[in-house]
């Protein structure tokens, strides 16, 4: 390589190939198929055909040289590097492109060039890094590789290959850091040529699988790992190899069991799309995996804790409440479990009191299984008995509160007493872990909560059992909220039970049915309460009311108004009045001053002799009449009351339900507006029917849906009272609220003909001696000719005391029913005042015979003075 050199833009000139004496092709052709062949490559990679490969990448020139440094061959890869093309380079000298920063490659550093040469020449060979001018003015550095070579003819040349050092360091970055990646990681990496064999692993992956590097090249997951885990990844690896579909970060057990790896594997293709192999990274993620499983472990026994809570906290009955808290362990945490109770507390009764004995009374209350079989039944049959003995394990723990972590046969064999059936069906079905553990309330123990697991699963661990003291903990509360709960329902319902009638008189002419229903389980005893009373004349009071609450003060105030209803409807006064006198008795009904009262109610009063009835109401639901509807054509389907048409069988006859239009009122308690009453004449067969609210109200509809609903189920014929209540209750919506239904029927009817006789006489001395005469007859006529004598000593006895201080005409009644009623009515409002009489007193003792000769008698006033009554028994 000489230290001048020539001029590039001067034309080139033809050169020999190295290979031969023939001459070489055109240096400009060779430069421009070159280039075309260059950009028809570019084209083909813009279309998206990958065909670079490492070469590509680091883009080696070639230039040759004869020996003094004139350039033979000037490659396409040259051009790009220093942006000069051949036609301007071969045959000129190299010595400008060294260091020079003009646009003349002449004007470079041919010292350096020829240093170089001649180092070549004199060694053969020689690298460095040159720093060589590109054609734009900036200096390119490139690592050089030069040789000298000799042809076939023996003539040397110089062969020299350049590469950027920007790209080479690229290259070399890339290839450290992949040996870092590999020498230094702790994560597990490999290489898989396309038969799937290791070509490269590092020492952390060597590690996990147990063998040296060395042991893996050139050889597949088959002949390292155990063949289950083995065929896995093989199938897994030659997917991504076929599909190129990565797989990443996934979870799988090690090699022969021993903890949890993550798996991501990627396929390999160089840059010209070819398929290379596999690549895949391994990480031990045992610790990530156990740490997991213990979150997800603590997160279901949480939910399980939640669950149990829930499902058992809402139960107020102490059998579901054990069914429920069985039903929840299965199979969440347990193969089989049950809910042991001591007696009493099963029934409600009293906590134990006394220690547990191999002869305390305990009773299986809740069971279930993730399958049931005869061995099963025998083994928590629900409802059986449970024996054991005192130092079983049932006893120990029953006695000392502690709970038993049973994990052996011989420890299974002694849970109850020896030769136990249950024990010998337990293990049968493979029972080999059980936890026996006490209920526990108030430092009391209820009884024991049995859980076990069978064959197939992972037994008990001192976590379960710790986890199952804290389920027991909280069962053994809410069954003694449940126990608790049910000795003040029974203690309500029986004081309920015992305010309430248990059974009703029927005067002549009326017949009565009544039901009363307590609320469900879910809610207290309520308020709700009816009565039906016996008045004189043959009369009948009907009395439904509702106290607002529930409870055992909403029992104990209804049976006070039952009592003081009862008590002012033997004074005879109207409905109006009773209600206003209830009304004003205030807080003596009331269950404290601070907390008030509030009671709705509706009293009804029936004269079988006139046919009427008087009713009041106090902010009650109104009452209903049944009756056969006068004047029905029928044929449409239903009535403009909404009932239907009879149906076959029965007779034709349309019956109609109305809702009796009264003055509502106010509720009992509330006061400041006057009851009004309103009398009615019914006709012989109506059916009069009061309830309390209990029976129509809904959550999902509105009370008025309620009422359309009870009257269509009663127009219908009311043959049988009996059967309509059992009716009417088996209507009631299920959505309806848990209250008390209190349902009272009455058919009201006259007394039979020929039963009543009444006179009226003239306030004159003679009406004594009519009104002897009449009665007697009437008696006679009757039937009753015993009762003759009495009678009319009694009656002579009213009508002169009459006489005596009334000015008007006096009207005298007798009643024939179920006693014969005696009435004296005049026009003075006064009623008549027994006193004592002496020895010497003429009169005075007129009273005092009718209190003693009849069965009992009375006062009560009328629209136009006042009525004295008395009955007599029949004979």
């Excluded at 990646?181 to 020492?203: K, M, Q, T």
């Excluded at 293709?269 to 499983?293: C, K, P, Y």
């Amino acid at each position: 390589m000489s230290a001048s050199g020539d001029d590039p833009e001067a034309s080139p000139r033809r050169v020999r190939r190295p290979g031969g004496l023939q001459p070489g092709p055109d240096p400009a052709e060779l430069a421009r198929r070159e280039h075309q062949e260059r950009l028809e490559r570019e084209e083909r990679e813009g279309q998206g055909e990958s065909t670079g490969t490492l070469l590509d990448t680091l883009r080696v020139a070639v230039v040759m040289l004869d020996t003094s440094g004139r350039v033979l061959l000037w490659s396409p890869l040259a051009e790009e590097v220093l942006g000069w093309a051949g036609e301007h380079i071969v045959g000129r000298r190299v010595g400008g492109l060294f260091g020079a920063s003009d646009d003349a490659p002449d004007q470079g550093d041919p010292e350096h060039a020829e240093q170089v040469l001649s180092e070549v020449l004199r060694d053969g060979r020689w690298s460095g890094i040159l720093s060589l001018r590109h054609r734009d003015g900036h200096a390119v550095q490139v690592e050089t590789r030069a040789s000298l070579l000799v042809d076939g003819d023996g003539r040397p040349f110089v062969l020299a290959s350049m590469v950027e050092t920007s790209r080479l360091r690229t290259l070399e970055h890339d290839l450290g850091a992949l040996d870092s990646l590999f020498d230094a990681s702790p994560l597990g990496v490999a290489i898989f040529d396309r038969e799937l064999r290791y070509i490269r692993v590092n020492e952390a992956l060597a590690a996990m699988n147990g063998l040296p590097v060395a042991d893996h090249i050139g050889r597949t997951v088959a002949e390292i790992l155990d063949e289950q885990t083995a065929a896995d990844l093989t199938a897994l690896q030659r997917d991504v190899l076929a599909t190129g579909r990565p797989v990443i970060d996934l979870v799988s057990l090690a090699p022969r069991g021993r903890g949890h790896r993550s798996l991501s594997y990627h396929r390999l293709t160089d840059r010209a799309g070819r398929v290379l192999g596999i690549s895949a990274t391994v990480i031990d993620v045992t610790e990530r995996v156990e740490a997991a499983a213990k979150v997800e472990r603590a997160r279901r026994r949480l939910a399980l804790l939640n669950d149990v809570s829930s499902r058992i906290a809402g139960e107020l009955d102490v059998r579901r409440s054990a069914e429920e808290l069985a039903r929840a362990l299965v199979p969440t945490f347990s193969d089989y479990s049950g809910v042991i109770l001591h007696a009493e507390v099963a029934d409600g009764g009293d906590l134990p009191s006394v220690p547990y004995s191999d002869s305390t009374p305990m009773r299986q209350l809740g069971a279930h299984a993730v399958r049931w079989g005869p061995e099963v039944h025998e083994m928590i049959r629900q409802g059986q008995p449970i024996s054991f003995t005192r130092k079983s394990i049932f006893g120990t723990v029953l006695t000392s509160g502690q709970p038993r972590l049973v994990s052996s046969e011989r420890e299974l064999l002694a849970t109850t007493f020896p030769g136990d059936p249950k024990v010998q069906a337990a293990m049968a079905l493979g029972i080999h872990s059980l936890l026996v553990l006490p209920l526990r309330a108030r430092g009391v123990v209820l009884g024991l909560l049995v859980v076990s697991r069978a064959r197939g699963r992972e037994p008990f661990d001192h976590d379960d059992l710790a986890l199952a003291m804290d389920l027991a903990n909280r069962a053994g509360a809410a069954l003694d909220n449940a126990r608790l709960y049910v000795r003040e329902r029974e203690g309500a319902l029986m004081l309920q039970r015992t305010l309430l009638p248990q059974s009703v008189p029927e005067p002549p002419g009326v017949g009565v049915a009544f039901r009363y229903v307590p609320g469900s389980s879910g809610a207290e005893v309520g308020g709700d309460w009816f009565d039906v009373i016996p008045l004189a004349g043959g009369r009948v009071a009907f009395v439904v009311g509702d106290v607002m609450g529930h409870g055992l003060g909403a029992a104990a105030t209804m049976g006070r108004l039952r009592t003081a209803v009862r008590t002012l409807a033997g004074l005879d006064m109207p409905p109006d009045e009773l209600l206003r006198r209830v009304n004003d008795l205030g807080d003596d009904l009331a269950r404290g001053q601070a907390e008030g009262w509030m009671a709705t109610a509706v009293y009804a009063v029936y004269d079988p002799s006139t046919r009427r009835c008087a009713i009041a109401q106090a902010g009650h639901l109104p009452p209903i009449l049944v009756q056969p509807e006068q004047g029905a054509d029928g044929g449409d389907g239903e009535d403009g009351d909404g009932c239907p048409d009879p149906l076959p069988g029965d007779g034709g006859e349309r019956w109609e339900a109305r809702l009796i239009d009264l003055p509502a009122g106010v509720p009992l308690g509330v006061g400041g507006v006057r009851f009004e009453t309103t009398e009615l004449e019914v006709p012989d067969g109506t059916v009069l029917v009061l309830y309390t609210d209990g029976l129509v109200e809904s959550r999902r509809h509105d009370i008025g849906d309620g009422l359309d609903r009870l009257r269509k189920t009663l127009c219908r014929p009311m043959d049988s009272l009996e059967e309509v209540c059992d009716d009417v209750l088996n209507t009631m919506e299920p959505g309806r609220e848990p209250d008390d239904v209190a349902l009272l029927m009455a058919r009201l009817g006259g007394l039979p003909a020929g039963s009543t006789a009444s006179w009226t006489f003239p306030a004159e001395p003679s009406a004594v001696r009519l009104a002897r005469r009449r009665v007697r007859d009437t008696l006679v006529e009757w039937g009753l000719p015993t009762l003759a004598d009495v009678t009319v000593l009694l009656v002579s006895e009213l009508v002169t005391n009459s006489l005596r201080y009334a000015h008007g005409p006096i009207g005298v009644r007798m009643v024939r029913g179920s006693s014969l009623l005696v009435e004296v009515s005049d026009p003075l409002p006064d009623p008549p005042m027994e006193r004592e009489a002496t020895a010497e007193d003429e009169g005075g003792r007129g009273l005092q015979l009718v209190a003693r000769a009849s069965r009992r008698w009375g006062t009560r006033h009328g629209p136009l003075g006042k009525t004295v009554w008395f009955e007599l028994a029949l004979p």
